[in-house]
């Protein structure tokens, strides 16, 4: 069974990615030919326009996530543009996907209903992530909900172009994310680079505690009893807290009594331990970039193997190629 994801390079990652998604994916990493992980570099293209940047980010992404516990003996990590097989199969697919389909996907209806204007790549965003799952025969796709329209778009293309030709896709599956782990911004609504409310996991120890320091609370008097369970800033400490902590701090909220500045504070000491570990990995890797690029070439070349297969049996599939003896291609016996 083979789990995919892919994560797009567009800035920094936040506690939100983290405990929404990277921990997920990390946890569910185990054999290497079964957990596929890509950093979505084309799919940023569509927002990030400066290639110094989308260089940088690219390469920080692969640095975080190998820093954060991603194992290249455990999961296979590539960059998506290293694999030129996923464009191709993006335009055999593309011939068959209706327009109404991508009409109604939500990062196009979203900004067209704000009176912006979208380009094509953002128009056909959902047929490549498609062509990124289908390339693997992935099984499980682990994804925020806000993706899941994303995986029935890909569900619909490959049964259409299954039926249309021969079988020859897989029909993946979602894997949502726990929602329960909704991060809160530092305003406390959700945290996202959007909202510019994010406290990023590799932050400054410094800055981060000032950044902190400056999450919003409200102003009911100190001695005043609260409800821990609504609050946003219970909700961050919660995060990294161990339950004894949380009970802890949990009944310190009920009796009143105590300054929110302390619980930021208590707040902070726990993040920096958190995440001290995977601090000092990634200054390592960051001062061996030669080491990363080797785990993403070779990533890459695994990927590949399995995406050119893939394609050509797509390619024989709709008869823009000849199985010859020698391609040795069989459409997919499904089961
Ligand atoms: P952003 O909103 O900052 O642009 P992305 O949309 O790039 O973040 O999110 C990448 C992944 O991180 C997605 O799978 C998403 O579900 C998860 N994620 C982002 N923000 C949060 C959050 N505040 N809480 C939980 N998960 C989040
Ligand atoms: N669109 C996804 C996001 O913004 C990233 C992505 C691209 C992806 N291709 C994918 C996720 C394939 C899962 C599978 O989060």
């Avoid at 939100?16 to 998604?21: I, L, T, V």
């Avoid at 806000?146 to 020859?168: G, P, Y």
């Avoid at 410094?206 to 400056?214: G, P, T, V």
Wanted: proline share 5%.
């Amino acid at each position: 069974m083979r789990v995919l994801s892919g994560i797009q390079p567009t800035g920094r990652f936040h506690w939100g990615n983290y405990f929404g998604a990277i921990r997920q994916y990390i946890d569910l990493q185990g054999n290497r030919d079964d957990a596929f992980y890509f950093i979505a570099n084309l799919h940023a293209l569509t927002t990030v326009r400066d290639r110094e940047q989308l260089a940088r980010n690219t390469l920080d992404a692969a640095i975080d996530l190998l820093a954060l516990g991603l194992d290249p003996q455990r999961a296979t990590l590539f960059v998506q543009s290293d694999v030129p097989e996923v464009s191709e199969l993006c335009w055999l697919l593309m011939t068959g996907t209706p327009m109404g389909l991508l009409e109604r996907c939500h990062a196009f209806k979203d900004k067209k209903a704000r009176g912006l204007t979208a380009d094509a790549g953002l128009f056909t965003y959902p047929v490549l992530m498609a062509a990124d799952i289908l390339i693997y025969d992935s099984d499980v796709v682990p994804v925020g909900e806000d993706q899941v329209q994303h995986i029935e778009v890909t569900r619909d293309l490959a049964a259409s172009f299954n039926h249309a030709f021969a079988e020859s896709f897989v029909l993946p599956k979602p894997k949502v994310l726990d929602t329960s782990a909704r991060v809160p911004g530092i305003d406390g609504e959700k945290m996202s680079k959007s909202y510019h409310n994010t406290l990023e996991v590799f932050e400054e120890p410094k800055a981060l505690r000032k950044k902190i320091m400056r999450i919003v609370t409200d102003s009911r008097p100190v001695e005043q009893p609260k409800q821990p369970e609504s609050d946003h800033l219970f909700q961050l400490y919660s995060l990294f807290a161990d339950q004894r902590q949380c009970d802890e701090m949990a009944a310190t909220y009920r009796r009143g009594g105590f300054g929110y500045g302390e619980v930021k504070k208590a707040l902070a000491d726990l993040a920096e331990s958190y995440f001290a570990e995977a601090r000092a990995r990634r200054k390592e890797l960051e001062a061996h970039p030669d080491r990363v690029r080797a785990i993403l070439g070779d990533g890459a070349a695994r990927a590949r193997k399995k995406a050119a297969e893939v394609l050509l049996r797509a390619q024989v599939a709709c008869g823009v190629k000849f199985a010859g003896p020698a391609a040795g291609v069989a459409t997919r016996v499904p089961g």
